[in-house]
């Protein structure tokens, strides 16, 4: 098991950045792969980025070149750098782990951090 607890989440202008982090309760070096969904309200969870143990990493098309996801496995957090934020980023984001337990593959999420970007 793991548990997630994310931070960072904030008012902030359009335009402005903001960085979010992903603390885990345990060592994520060998969890398969690490992300960040958001969901704005009235709208449907969907993945923003995401990040494998190899650092092999995946953004969703709305947010490629202004958003960068990266892991530091030493303390045991993954964060997402937000730049050029724009209203429509508005959202809860949520962290989530994805890692292989025997021959399952389960999926933790965190609580979720609210941003909110202002016109």
């Known amino acids: 098991q793991v548990q997630l607890v994310e931070s960072g989440g904030g008012l902030v202008q359009a335009g402005g950045s903001l960085r979010l982090s992903c603390a885990a309760s345990r060592s994520i070096f060998t969890i398969n792969a690490m992300g960040w969904s958001r969901q704005a309200p009235g709208k449907q969870r969907e993945l923003v980025a995401e990040i494998t143990s190899g650092s092999r990493t995946n953004y969703a098309d709305s947010v490629k070149g202004r958003f960068t996801i990266s892991r530091d496995n030493a303390k045991n957090t993954v964060y997402l750098q937000m730049s050029s934020l724009k209203p429509e980023d508005t959202a809860v984001y949520y962290c989530?782990?994805?890692?292989?337990?025997?021959?399952?593959?389960?999926?933790?999420w965190g609580q979720g951090t609210k941003v909110t970007v202002s016109v």
């Open positions: 989530k782990a994805r890692t292989m337990e025997g021959l399952v593959l389960k999926d933790y």
